[in-house]
């Protein structure tokens, strides 16, 4: 297995993905470059997979350095990114609690409108067993 390889095994994920799941996934993860954010939906929207399953693969790249944690902060009136990125929770729950949406102004509450995504760290070739 190369550097950049990551096996997906009954061991390590809890859900069977079957054999169009698991094709998606690898596809999705050859188009990302490195420094792209992924968002647990499209791979629940692409994959037809539940939210859980989702993270629970997203989880097992974090956990082997192909995937880092941010937290996005989104505009609940306009249902749209602030372009706010934190690296982590910490940074996030001390930081002013309001910020203001840059597309209509309004009042964002920082704690309650963010929403967990990924940026990729480093190329991964998803493998199956």
Do not use: W
């Amino acid at each position: 297995m190369l550097h950049n390889s990551f096996l997906i095994t009954n061991k390590n994920l809890k859900v069977k993905l079957n054999k169009s799941q698991q094709a998606t996934l690898s596809d999705l993860f050859k188009r990302f470059k490195t420094g792209s954010y992924i968002y647990p939906g499209m791979l629940i929207r692409e994959m037809n997979i539940e939210m859980r399953v989702a993270y629970e693969i997203l989880g097992l790249l974090k956990e082997s350095g192909f995937l880092q944690e941010l937290y996005e902060i989104y505009c609940p009136h306009e249902s749209k990114s602030t372009g706010l990125i934190y690296d982590n929770l910490l940074d996030l729950v001390t930081d002013d609690q309001v910020k203001y949406c840059p597309e209509c102004g309004q009042e964002v509450d920082i704690k309650k409108n963010n929403i967990l995504i990924y940026k990729l760290l480093k190329q991964v070739n998803i493998e199956y067993e």
